[in-house]
């Protein structure tokens, strides 16, 4: 049977790598989706796709540090779909980078709102259309905010490490409303986000030796771990920070 039969859910940052391939998962699972992002033609693409295999999918293009954004997208789904049970709260940026005295107000700033306002204001309007029959809200943090300290990434961190935060505040405030509230903290994983790292071979064996696995994940990976989140599977699970890290948080060498 499939998981997410007639479940609603939106997907944030679903142009491209985890999201996109979430998106899809979940649509391959039975949910009815509206899919969001910047990029209006990526959107309309995925949806296409979603369409030709069967699922059903609308998108709205925008960005999520907009609060009438954030609004719009659970008023679509309500409208189209007529409920919303899953918000995958994943759109992100790498954002600013550089030594910390360097780094503007402004490149700081933006960086916050994308990470962790832009997940605040999913979980805002998000919350409210499932406190009558419950649902699963997720969070995309980093194992950069999590597990390890990485040099010139403090906007990143700060802003990952504020997510998971905010996902502990909202299991306990929303726990009895049957509404679960998860973090998932993926490894490196092979995205266009993860290409801003760097792309060079050293780089590349840099970062798979963070790993125990000695690998980096697929989108595809991290989508399996988003759907336990999203299904019943997880039905007892929530204020939790799911390490989906291919070991980074053991390995020493």
């Not at 899919?35 to 295999?53: F, G």
């Amino acid at each position: 049977m499939k998981r997410l039969l007639d479940k609603v859910a939106i997907v944030t940052g679903a142009s491209s790598g985890i999201g996109r391939a979430t998106a899809k998962l979940f649509a391959e699972e039975g949910a009815k989706l509206v899919v969001a992002a910047r990029r209006q033609q990526e959107l309309d693409a995925l949806v296409k796709e979603i369409s030709h295999a069967g699922g059903s999918a609308i998108a709205l293009a925008g960005d999520v540090i907009e609060e009438s954004y954030a609004e719009a997208l659970v008023d679509l789904a309500l409208q189209e779909y007529g409920s919303l049970d899953i918000g995958f709260n994943n759109a992100g940026t790498l954002g600013a980078s550089g030594s910390t005295p360097d780094i503007t107000l402004e490149a700081w700033n933006d960086t916050i709102n994308t990470n962790l306002n832009g997940a605040f204001l999913g979980a805002k309007y998000q919350i409210p259309a499932m406190l009558r029959a419950g649902g699963s809200l997720i969070f995309t943090s980093s194992f950069v905010g999590h597990t390890i300290g990485m040099p010139e990434k403090a906007a990143y961190a700060a802003s990952k490490a504020g997510v998971i935060g905010l996902t502990k505040a909202l299991a306990t405030e929303y726990g009895a409303h049957s509404i679960r509230v998860n973090a998932l903290v993926p490894g490196g994983t092979n995205t266009p986000m993860a290409e801003e790292f760097g792309t060079s071979p050293e780089v590349v064996e840099f970062v798979k030796q963070m790993h125990a696995l000695k690998r980096t994940a697929t989108p595809e990976e991290m989508a399996k771990s988003a759907l336990y989140l999203a299904s019943d599977d997880s039905s007892f699970t929530t204020g939790t920070t799911m390490l989906v890290d291919g070991g980074v948080s053991i390995n020493k060498t």
